[in-house]
């Protein structure tokens, strides 16, 4: 068996006006991220670190910030997207981890949630997705609630008979 393994990192600043998405689950509150896309900090580090075990560089690359037919983009149709790159040069997900960084919104009631979507997006079980709040403790950008960051890691594994890269 072939294994790779990836790293992704995304950070967006919160801003009134925006609606807030993390791990495809839509929050309710004043603030949103700001981004290009809907901004989604969790399925950009997945995105990313996906890319990257698969040796298909990085999400900029492929969905660049200024490109207008990705204003607005749905994180999730760009994982999607990402998927099927990966899907094309022979690996499938066998598992996703992600810290979620922020001060604003609480995930713990939401987590769960957040589990269930990125598994059913990748097309892996829940029990295949970790998704781990922390906090910054009130220091710096993210501690002050001014953005949410996420890092994911992600092992690929070699589909039977596949080539690999």
Not at 89 to 115: S, T
């Amino acid at each position: 068996m072939s294994y790779r393994v990836g790293i992704g990192f995304d950070l967006h600043r919160l801003v009134e006006g925006r609606p807030l998405l993390l791990g495809g689950v839509k929050f309710d509150g004043e603030l949103g991220l700001l981004g290009h896309s809907d901004a989604d900090v969790v399925l950009h580090a997945i995105c990313d670190a996906m890319l990257g075990a698969a040796g298909l560089g990085d999400i900029g690359e492929h969905f660049p910030d200024d490109d207008p037919e990705l204003e607005g983009a749905n994180s999730a149709d760009l994982l999607l997207r990402v998927l099927e790159m990966v899907r094309r040069v022979g690996y499938d997900p066998v598992n996703v981890d992600v810290n979620v960084i922020a001060e604003y919104p609480r995930l713990g009631p939401r987590k769960d949630e957040m589990r269930r979507r990125v598994a059913a997006l990748l097309g892996i079980t829940s029990e295949r997705v970790g998704v781990k709040a922390r906090s910054m403790e009130g220091i710096g950008t993210i501690g002050n609630k001014k953005a949410v960051a996420a890092q994911a890691v992600v092992l690929l594994e070699l589909r039977a008979g596949a080539g690999s890269i």
